[in-house]
């Protein structure tokens, strides 16, 4: 069954409105987490490494003020698009570590701004 | 800088047509070369992880290879149910928190 959730599985939105994602880890505690982003026919991109009870790290240029990331329990990690405008219309996805270096990805969120 | 390259882009097969899929890499210290199934509108789902060259893995249809400088999904005897996009990811030694680079994928269709 899968081992990491995300919520909302998509979302439209008003340019310069703010939306959270949630990324949940199902079945163990994650001290990081990851945020991906994915653009049609693109790879997945790195945005940022979530790390509980401290500061992400962000990937090269990613706005930090942009895509606020909270990591304030061991299950869950949130994303917020600050002021999302249509160049943000992408698919967000999460992941936690496994234990052999993999990682384990959630379904996605389907962001839409108008 | 870690690089993954992916061919073809796209492969379309008959079912039961047998081939393969490439992902050729540079990284600096290869710590673990991933493969992942991801379907339209989806998270990638997480198929092998191979360490060292020489090393092979299977899963029912599916097996993954590994050499130096890359990896080969070998497909045999496909179905519908197999057709996707295939990631193949790399992660280096000296990513410190332990980051995979992804290529761009090859989404394969298989015809009935």
């Known amino acids: 069954g899968a081992v990491v959730s995300q919520h909302p599985s998509w979302v439209i939105c008003k340019s310069g409105t703010s939306v959270k994602i949630e990324c949940r880890s199902l079945d163990f505690q994650a001290t990081t987490m990851f945020w991906y982003r994915q653009f049609p026919k693109q790879s997945l991109m790195l945005m940022a490494t979530s790390n509980e009870g401290s500061k992400a790290t962000y990937e090269q240029g990613v706005e930090k003020d942009k895509f606020l990331i909270n990591h304030a329990s061991l299950t869950l990690s949130t994303l917020t698009v600050t002021s999302a405008h249509p160049e943000d219309s992408s698919f967000y996805i999460c992941s936690r570590k496994g234990g052999l270096g993999e990682q384990f990805f959630g379904p996605g969120t389907r962001l839409t701004v108008l | 800088e870690d690089q993954v390259t992916q061919s073809p882009e796209a492969l379309r097969l008959q079912e039961g047509e047998s081939s393969s899929l490439n992902c050729s890499y540079t990284?600096?210290?290869?710590?673990?070369l991933f493969w992942y199934r991801q379907d339209p509108g989806k998270g990638p789902e997480f198929l092998f992880t191979l360490y060292s060259a020489g090393e092979e893995k299977e899963k029912e249809r599916l097996k993954a290879t590994l050499t130096k400088k890359e990896s080969f999904l070998h497909i045999t005897a496909p179905k519908p149910e197999d057709s996707a996009t295939y990631l193949c990811a790399v992660q280096a030694w000296d990513s410190g928190y332990s980051t995979l680079t992804f290529g761009k994928g090859t989404m394969l269709l298989v015809s009935p």
């Open positions: 990284v600096s210290g290869l710590r673990g």
